[in-house]
């Protein structure tokens, strides 16, 4: 699905100097359950000095405190933990995989040779360690937002699902939001219709879809607006700025030791027998989750918290005629990156013609310490690959190549070969500073009756993957609405 244009939006940014000239891909969901229909299924929270970081920044009733309920009350998870942190009986399940393939023990005994201990739970009291990945995956299936929230209520009379719809703009009435245009057929601009709201009006586009809207809307920053012939419903400077993404390189490791890597057990009828395993246990390379482990370690010594995210795929890819494939050479990559980046890009549109997608600047590394982690991270991956317990995998440095030893060296290479983990946020941000699009009930500064609840509102970059901390905006923006509507 990450080339398939009937379920992915197949966004890139714009070249810039941090990639050598290239777009980077921006892959975004185009079906129901949006990304969490087309992403890796990793699922993890962040860290509590994320929320509480929020929290500090003025945004009231987000710190870990207050948000830990929502994530509790989301999850389903039968992985053991403490039910201080964890819950039970909530709409998404989540397991964790125990670490049966040889491959991930032996990485877990070499990152206890480097300092890095096992972590059971990296979504409980505390982030550090390595661990298998925890996984939005039950029996083998997909648990997507449309799987876990859309389908048990679909037959309910107070809920319409509109497929194959572009919005094209909000409808307003003075200050105040009162529904939304969309268009429906083709793949230029189809029948139009509009849908009335009698109390408020949700925007849930995501990073790059919702300051589209809202820019398209007439709300944004003025002159650029004005140069596209738009008029100016509400002078917002932020919408569209504040982009943040993880700039992941992924080093790639030779593997000599045969039948260790799905390069060896998942090509030609190695493939059928993968998908006969999948079929009868839900189990093997079709039913894992696209990183299936993870060490969330850090830096160096005194820091309070992990800074550094890295990530195995038990196999290496190489180009296809329709996007990557399984490469005949055995190996393993393993992407590593800085959780939380300081480097700050922008989103904007182009054009007022709603399917015409936005330009995408990131402007990776423009922030030192981004560049400093980013080699950091990469000599941590060296260090666990080459560790002694890797020595039976007969392991070797393909890229970024041991040659590349000093930081500009391996930075070189980052610029010209590292894309993102597909975790772009912040262009909505949430704050009451002059450069905030939302307030802390997630309502749209200037507008009546408009909320964005997605991952455009949060301020910073949470430590890991997106999925988990972007349901729970949802589950408390639903929180917000019912109170207010009953207020």
Same mark, same amino acid.
């Given at each position: 699905?990450?080339?398939?244009?009937?379920?992915?939006?197949?966004? !890139?940014?714009?070249?810039?100097?941090?990639?050598?000239?290239?777009?980077?891909?921006?892959?975004?969901?185009?079906?129901?359950?949006? !990304?969490?229909?087309?992403?890796?299924?990793?699922?993890?929270?962040?860290?509590?000095?994320?929320?509480?970081?929020?929290?500090?920044?003025?945004?009231?009733?987000?710190?870990?405190?207050?948000?830990?309920?929502?994530?509790?009350?989301?999850?389903?998870?039968?992985?053991?933990?403490?039910?201080? %942190?964890?819950?039970?009986? =909530?709409? $998404?399940?989540?397991?964790?995989?125990?670490?049966?393939?040889? %491959?991930?023990?032996?990485?877990?005994?070499?990152?206890?040779?480097?300092?890095?201990?096992?972590?059971?739970?990296?979504?409980?009291? +505390?982030?550090?360690?390595?661990?298998?990945?925890?996984?939005?995956?039950?029996?083998?299936?997909?648990?997507?937002?449309?799987?876990?929230?859309?389908?048990?209520?679909?037959?309910?009379?107070? $809920?319409?699902?509109?497929?194959?719809?572009?919005?094209?703009?909000?409808?307003?009435? =003075?200050?105040?939001?009162?529904?939304?245009?969309?268009?429906?057929?083709?793949? +230029?601009?189809?029948?139009?219709?509009?849908?009335?709201?009698?109390?408020?009006?949700?925007?849930?586009?995501?990073?790059?879809?919702?300051?589209?809207?809202?820019?398209?809307? =007439?709300?944004?920053?003025?002159?650029?607006?004005?140069?596209?012939?738009?008029?100016?419903?509400?002078?917002?400077?932020?919408?569209?700025?504040?982009?943040?993404?993880?700039?992941?390189?992924?080093?790639?490791?030779?593997?000599?030791?045969?039948?260790?890597?799905?390069?060896?057990?998942?090509?030609?009828?190695?493939?059928?027998?993968?998908?006969?395993?999948?079929?009868?246990?839900?189990?093997? $390379?079709?039913?894992?989750?696209?990183?299936?482990?993870?060490?969330?370690?850090?830096?160096?010594?005194?820091?309070?918290?992990?800074?550094?995210?890295?990530?195995?795929?038990?196999?290496?890819?190489?180009?296809?005629?329709?996007?990557?494939?399984?490469?005949?050479?055995?190996?393993?990559?393993?992407?590593?990156?800085?959780?939380?980046?300081?480097?700050?890009?922008?989103?904007?549109?182009?054009?007022?013609?709603?399917?015409?997608?936005?330009?995408?600047?990131?402007?990776?590394?423009?922030?030192?310490?981004?560049?400093?982690?980013?080699?950091?991270?990469?000599?941590?991956?060296?260090?666990?690959?080459?560790?002694?317990?890797?020595?039976?995998?007969?392991?070797?440095?393909?890229?970024?190549?041991?040659?590349?030893?000093?930081?500009?060296?391996?930075?070189?290479?980052?610029?010209?070969?590292?894309?993102?983990?597909?975790?772009?946020?912040? #262009?909505?941000?949430?704050?009451?500073?002059?450069?905030?699009?939302?307030?802390?009930?997630? +309502?749209?500064?200037?507008?009546?009756?408009? +909320?964005?609840?997605?991952?455009?509102?949060?301020?910073?970059?949470?430590? =890991?993957? #997106?999925?988990?901390?972007?349901?729970?905006?949802?589950?408390?923006?639903?929180?917000?609405?019912?109170?207010?509507?009953?207020?």
């Amino acid at each position: 699905m990450i080339t398939n244009p009937a379920v992915n939006w197949l966004y !890139s940014s714009e070249p810039e100097a941090s990639t050598n000239g290239r777009r980077i891909p921006v892959p975004r969901g185009r079906l129901l359950g949006g !990304s969490s229909a087309l992403n890796g299924m990793a699922f993890v929270r962040g860290q509590a000095q994320d929320f509480d970081t929020w929290a500090q920044m003025g945004n009231q009733g987000w710190s870990y405190e207050s948000v830990l309920p929502f994530f509790k009350r989301m999850e389903s998870y039968g992985g053991g933990g403490d039910d201080t %942190f964890r819950g039970r009986d =909530g709409p $998404l399940r989540v397991t964790n995989p125990e670490p049966r393939e040889p %491959f991930f023990a032996a990485v877990i005994k070499a990152a206890g040779e480097v300092g890095i201990a096992h972590n059971p739970d990296y979504n409980g009291a +505390r982030q550090d360690g390595i661990a298998m990945s925890q996984a939005t995956i039950a029996s083998g299936r997909r648990m997507s937002t449309a799987r876990c929230y859309l389908d048990p209520v679909r037959r309910r009379s107070n $809920l319409r699902i509109e497929t194959g719809a572009v919005a094209d703009g909000l409808l307003f009435d =003075g200050k105040r939001c009162i529904g939304v245009r969309y268009s429906v057929g083709g793949p +230029r601009r189809g029948e139009l219709r509009e849908a009335r709201a009698a109390r408020e009006v949700i925007v849930s586009g995501g990073t790059i879809n919702s300051p589209q809207l809202l820019e398209l809307s =007439g709300i944004g920053q003025p002159e650029r607006l004005q140069s596209l012939g738009m008029e100016v419903r509400q002078p917002l400077p932020g919408v569209g700025e504040n982009l943040r993404d993880h700039y992941a390189p992924r080093t790639k490791w030779a593997i000599g030791t045969k039948g260790i890597t799905y390069n060896d057990t998942a090509r030609g009828l190695g493939l059928v027998r993968q998908a006969l395993r999948y079929a009868l246990s839900g189990r093997g $390379l079709l039913g894992s989750v696209g990183a299936p482990m993870r060490a969330f370690v850090r830096s160096r010594d005194g820091l309070a918290a992990p800074d550094l995210l890295l990530g195995w795929v038990p196999m290496l890819t190489e180009p296809g005629p329709k996007g990557p494939k399984i490469a005949r050479q055995s190996g393993v990559t393993c992407y590593a990156h800085p959780m939380r980046p300081e480097s700050k890009g922008h989103i904007h549109v182009v054009s007022a013609d709603p399917r015409r997608p936005p330009a995408i600047h990131f402007n990776f590394l423009s922030a030192p310490i981004d560049a400093t982690l980013t080699a950091r991270a990469v000599r941590i991956a060296r260090a666990i690959m080459t560790a002694p317990a890797m020595a039976p995998l007969q392991v070797t440095e393909l890229a970024p190549g041991s040659d590349r030893d000093s930081d500009e060296e391996i930075l070189d290479w980052v610029r010209g070969a590292a894309e993102t983990t597909y975790h772009p946020v912040g #262009t909505c941000k949430m704050g009451s500073d002059a450069m905030a699009v939302v307030d802390h009930r997630l +309502r749209v500064h200037g507008i009546d009756g408009l +909320r964005v609840a997605d991952a455009s509102i949060m301020p910073t970059l949470t430590s =890991g993957n #997106t999925n988990a901390p972007s349901i729970m905006i949802g589950e408390k923006a639903a929180d917000m609405v019912l109170k207010d509507a009953t207020a």
